[in-house]
Nanobody, 121 residues
Framework: QVSLVESGGGLVQPGGSLRLSCAAS????????MGWYRRRPGKQRELVAT???????HYVQSVKGRFTISRDNDKKAVYLQMNNLKPEDTAVYYC???????????????WGQGTQVTVSS
């Protein structure tokens, strides 16, 4: 069984920073693309940032220059450094990962349980 566990959410004032972490555990051979999604109040879940196995990254336009995604393949972890946070960043943030459970196996997609980020004064 594979699980993704997020941490690092919380309440922060506008202009502040938070760092989200997500670690994959269980029977894992290799992690592929990893990313962060969010669901803002009243809106559909959206992709925030993705980092591929070669460390190339993709960001949604609204967070470019403020958020940085990174990964540690040895720890099977992905991180999201969020700076200059705005009230519109308030959301539940979800970790997502493509994981191969055994050598020669197919990739499957997994989700974390979500962590709340609230930006408010």
């Amino acid at each position: 069984q594979v699980s993704l566990v997020e941490s690092g959410g919380g309440l922060v004032q506008p202009g502040g920073s938070l760092r989200l972490s997500c670690a994959a555990s269980g029977s894992i051979f290799r992690t592929g693309a990893m990313g962060w999604y969010r669901r803002r109040p009243g809106k559909q879940r959206e992709l925030v940032a993705t980092i591929f196995i070669d460390f190339t990254t993709h960001y949604v336009q609204s967070v470019k220059g403020r958020f940085t995604i990174s990964r540690d393949n040895d720890k099977k972890a992905v991180y999201l450094q969020m700076n200059n946070l705005k009230p519109e960043d308030t959301a539940v943030y979800y970790c997502n990962a493509d994981i191969v459970r055994e050598e020669g196996g197919h990739s499957a997609n997994f989700w974390g349980q979500g962590t709340q980020v609230t930006v408010s004064s």
